[in-house]
Structure formats: C-alpha cells, structure tokens
C-alpha cells in the first residue's frame, strides 16, 4: 500500500467517528478559521466553469487540484495523527483513529 493511500485510508475511518458523535464536535479557533477558507475554496473552486478555460488553463487547473488535494490530505493525515498521539478517539471506544469502524 502506498503511504498516501494509508493516510487516505486512516482519515476516512477517523471521518466515521465524528459521524457516530453528530454534530457533538466542535473545531476551535486557529483550525476552525483555517477550515472555513479551505471550504470557501472550495465554494469557489464548485462555481468556476471550466468550459472558459483554455486548454492550457485546463490542464494546469487539473495539477494545480492534485496538489492542493495532496497537501489537504497531508493535514488531514497531521490532525489525525496528534488525534492518536493524544488518544482523543479513547472517548468513542475506538483502538484508534487508523482502526475505528474497521
């Protein structure tokens, strides 16, 4: 398995205990306003028309995507790894944040 599909793997089975909790989960202030931009981002991101682009801007559009996923998959798999460190999953009778809802 290659490292980046181990960390999609882990924050998608991390994703599933907020899921069980609801809406229990509360983000704080500096992650909570870093948060808010990303998902503005990508408001953004949904509203632009690809049909304008050039090809050329198509095409540099699409690795730009794949980059900017990468490095939010990067801080998921951070944030899900101090959420291990510091045992948070302990309160959802999870082993982990890598083995919860299996």
């Known amino acids: 398995m290659h490292d980046a599909d181990m960390y999609r793997t882990v924050a998608r089975q991390q994703r599933c205990i907020a899921r069980e909790r609801g809406g229990s989960y509360q983000v704080g202030p500096p992650v909570e306003a870093a948060l808010a931009k990303v998902r503005q981002g990508l ?3 949904a509203a632009a028309d690809p049909a ?3 090809d050329d801007e198509l095409a540099a559009a699409v690795l730009e995507a794949g980059a900017a996923a990468s490095q939010l998959t990067a801080q998921e798999s951070r944030l899900t790894g101090h959420f291990d460190r510091r045992s948070v999953y302990r309160a959802d009778a ?3 944040a890598s083995g919860c809802c299996g």
């Open 43 to 45: 408001t953004e991101l």
């Open 52 to 54: 304008l682009c050039t």
């Open 94 to 96: 999870c082993v982990a």
